[in-house]
């Protein structure tokens, strides 16, 4: 099993940043792709951002230019830095992997826990 671990969620004002991390650990074999989500009270859960085995990455609308997706391949973990944050940007974020834990078993979605993120003044 692979296990996530998300943190640096918290309160800023717009405008501010944050940079949230993502620990992956357990058995992990290999990792095809990571991404951040985000959930809003009463709004469905949507993708923000995420990168791919070969480092490249893709964003929401609402969130290009703004937040930045990278990842350390050795450390198995994700960051998302957001900057120029808006209140719109409040939600819990979510950390997703792509990975197969052995060889032989096939990819599968792993979830972490979840961190808030609060935007507001």
């Known amino acids: 099993q692979v296990q996530l671990v998300e943190s640096g969620g918290g309160l800023v004002q717009p405008g501010g940043s944050l940079r949230l991390s993502c620990a992956a650990s357990g058995s992990i074999f290999t990792t095809y792709a990571m991404a951040w989500y985000r959930q809003a009270p009463g709004k469905q859960r949507e993708l923000v951002a995420q990168v791919f085995s070969s480092s490249s990455a893709t964003y929401a609308d609402s969130v290009k230019g703004r937040f930045a997706i990278s990842r350390d391949i050795a450390k198995n973990t994700v960051y998302l830095q957001m900057n120029s944050l808006k209140p719109e940007d409040t939600a819990v974020y979510y950390c997703?992997?792509?990975?197969?834990?052995?060889?032989?078993?096939?990819?599968?979605?792993?979830w972490g826990q979840g961190t808030q993120v609060t935007v507001s003044s």
């Open positions: 997703k992997a792509v990975a197969k834990s052995t060889i032989l078993t096939p990819p599968s979605n792993y």
